[in-house]
């Protein structure tokens, strides 16, 4: 095994095990705060506290958590989905009105975070079909 396929490896395991820990976080939190939401804010449905825009943006974000397990298939398609998702989520942030403007730039590191193992499987694939090509 050469030195670049080692480091394809190196790199589609740990956006394996990165994207996995993040989507099962995000499940928790999000599961938690849907139990725990309608008792911190009464008289509202689960979905009535959030604006059209808002729900678009959670249903972009979980298509980018799904891109990520799609990771584990198809690296490719599974990076360039969730890196896409995860960008457009920071852009719709920032029509977001109803957050402060910090708040709306602040969602740039937290998507950066989830961004981590989308390049890693773009990286992984970039390197194997790389080498396909070397050796084909």
Not at 66 to 87: R, T
Not at 103 to 120: A, E
Request: proline share 5%; charged share 10%.
């Amino acid at each position: 095994m050469n030195s670049e396929q080692s480091r394809a490896t190196a790199y589609r395991w740990i956006a394996r095990v990165t994207g996995i820990l993040i989507t099962i976080l995000t499940l928790v939190i999000g599961i938690g705060e849907a139990l725990d939401g309608p008792r911190r804010h009464p008289g509202t449905t689960l979905l009535g506290q959030f604006t059209p825009l808002i729900l678009v943006m959670f249903a972009v974000w979980g298509v980018g958590l799904a891109g990520l397990l799609l990771g584990w298939w198809k690296e490719k398609l599974g990076g360039i989905l969730s890196l896409c998702c995860f960008a457009l989520v920071f852009v719709l942030n920032l029509f977001n009105s109803q957050a402060p403007p910090a708040m709306r730039i602040g969602t740039l590191i937290p998507m950066g975070i989830y961004s981590i193992p989308s390049v890693l499987f773009i990286a992984s694939w970039r390197l194997r079909s790389r080498e396909r090509q070397l050796s084909g």
